[in-house]
């Protein structure tokens, strides 16, 4: 039985790349007897990635150009490209980065470890051909990834993934901001099958990366955002009400001193510990609410789901 696969490259001005990436894709497709698409999905170049793409379009009946208009980021262009992919019937999703680094030559042993039972399967880049920079930041990151996440794997970050549909589907929600640096992660949390196979990682073909070393920082507050969903998704009153209730604790019993101290004819109301106590009652009481508020909010859309 034929597999559809299609191969989605989100690309920010990548023109000279995308005339070399493209039929290399195309021609790896050919070599696996299935029925392969290219879609690359335009973040809103302002380069000539269009008139490139259009021309690839006309001469390859498998190319899809997809426009987005302006510069939504890589996770929005991903989510769109996903979309489109599952609305024409893909059985295997594949994203691939549009700067040459990524070698199509190796998407045959990706999607054998799909075969062999994975759901999603990562280009893990053993040797990177990136700056210094840029390479020790992504181990820092990886290792962090790891320890929090509890996802198998040692490149979470690589563009180069091969996924089933349902890993597609199930991951797309989740594909705004930052997150699909996260994609195994969320995979992982879903409770699909992940796995890694080395790759080769190539020398961008031309030009520079559009994404400098801010990335990184918003990539790791967007970790503790995953890290949150990951642990406290179906229970959000575990983690408010928790820190209120330790909130209460400590202001209470800051406030049974002070009244022990009144008592015994201290003074205390311009102590900076009176204004502390009641922060801390008042702080912890509202945590509590929300921590409520949340889990009364999972309880409705759990029941509405039903």
């Known amino acids: 039985m034929t597999t559809t696969i299609w191969v989605v490259v989100p690309a920010l001005d990548e023109a000279e790349n995308l005339v070399v990436v493209v039929p290399r894709i195309l021609s790896e497709l050919e070599l696996l007897r299935e029925d392969g698409h290219v879609l690359v999905v335009d973040d809103g170049s302002t380069d000539k990635t269009r008139e490139v793409m259009i021309d690839l379009a006309e001469r390859h009946p498998a190319v899809e150009l997809l426009s987005l208009g302006r510069n939504f980021g890589k996770a929005s262009a991903l989510r769109r490209g996903f979309e489109h992919a599952l609305a024409a019937g893909a059985d295997v999703v594949v994203m691939m980065d549009a700067d040459g680094q990524d070698d199509p030559s190796e998407l045959p042993l990706l999607l054998a470890r799909l075969e062999d039972g994975a759901d999603l399967v990562t280009g893990a880049r053993t040797v990177r051909h990136d700056r210094f920079v840029k390479r020790n930041t992504s181990l820092l990151y990886n290792a962090v990834t790891a320890r929090l996440s509890g996802a198998p794997g040692k490149d979470f970050n690589s563009g180069f993934k091969v996924m089933r549909a349902d890993v597609a589907r199930s991951a797309s929600p989740m594909l705004y901001g930052e997150l699909h640096r996260y994609l195994t992660v969320v995979a992982h949390w879903l409770g699909f099958r992940v796995a890694e196979v080395s790759v080769q990682h190539h020398e961008r073909l031309h030009g520079r990366t559009k994404y400098g070393l801010a990335r990184f920082w918003r990539g790791f507050v967007d970790l503790l955002t995953v890290r949150f969903l990951m642990t406290y998704e179906s229970r959000p009153s575990h983690l408010f009400s928790g820190l209120g209730l330790a909130s209460l604790v400590a202001g209470g019993a800051a406030l049974a001193y002070l009244l022990v101290e ?45």
């Open 262 to 306: 009144k008592a015994s004819g201290e003074a205390i109301g311009g102590r900076p510990l009176l204004i502390a106590a009641v922060v801390l009652a008042l702080g912890g009481l509202q945590l509590v609410l929300f921590g409520l508020l949340a889990e009364l909010m999972v309880y409705s859309r759990q029941r509405d789901r039903a």
